[in-house]
């Protein structure tokens, strides 16, 4: 099976616009989530998208928002860009079966510069 | 608030020595606690998850609810060793789970 896929790899933004990221999770997978990791903070959660809805979210302001398709595929939005910003974005497949947790399969990451 | 934390940004260690990354944890019920590895240039993967008790690659770890921690431990490090290790807790949240994870803990085995 192919792993989880990320595009664009890399990205190079102003503070002030804005971009998407797109996540392609495992085929079969219908759970994706999206952590931001940086080296001082580590991985933040996001939120998590199941069925085209969002199950879950963290703590960050309301400019970060995603989506996900009838395909299982996920974007995920940021706007009006801060230096912040700046991190790599790493999206996480797994399948769901009921409330037993399922190991989440990791994205190379997009790496996001914001100048 | 649920949190994990990884005390140590850096350990360095020499090949063949033991090597024990700490991670303690919030939670008041019956966590369920997990230690991902990221080598060099490659994606994040699960090493082991505590329910398994199984040991990966040489390496255990013990849940210790009194201590509340979750530490990684392998009796002699390897150079291949050397990445960024995650402790994570999983979190229940709004009737779903959700993946807490500690800052994370680089790992240099040195030869």
């Known amino acids: ?115 | 608030a649920q949190r994990v934390t990884q005390p140590e940004k850096l350990l360095s260690v020499f090949k063949g020595a033991p090597v024990e990354l700490k991670c303690n944890y919030s939670y008041s019920g019956s966590p369920e606690l997990f230690w991902y590895v990221q080598y060099s240039r490659q994606r994040l993967q699960l090493l082991l998850r505590h329910i398994s008790r199984e040991s990966i690659k040489g390496f255990t770890a013990d849940l210790n609810k009194g201590e509340t921690s979750f530490h990684l431990k392998k009796p002699f490090a390897q150079e291949e060793d050397s990445a960024m290790y995650y402790c994570a807790s999983l979190m229940f949240s709004g009737g779903y789970n959700k993946l807490i994870f500690g800052a994370g803990t680089r790992l240099a085995v040195h030869p």
Request: aromatic fraction near 12%; glycine fraction near 10%; hydrophobic fraction near 30%.
């Open chain 1, 1 to 115: 099976k192919a792993g989880v896929t990320q595009t664009p790899r890399y990205l190079i933004k102003t503070r002030g616009q804005q971009v998407t990221l797109s996540c392609s999770p495992i085929s079969g997978h219908r759970s994706v989530s999206w952590y931001q990791q940086t080296p001082g903070q580590g991985l933040q959660f996001l939120f998590e998208y199941f069925s085209e809805t969002q199950r879950n979210k963290g703590n960050f302001p309301g400019r970060f928002s995603g989506r996900q398709f009838s395909n299982s595929r996920s974007e995920m939005n940021v706007s009006t860009l801060e230096l912040g910003d700046s991190a790599l974005y790493l999206c996480a497949s797994s399948l769901v079966s009921g409330s037993t947790y399922n190991e989440q399969f990791f994205g190379p990451g997009t790496r996001l510069t914001v100048l």
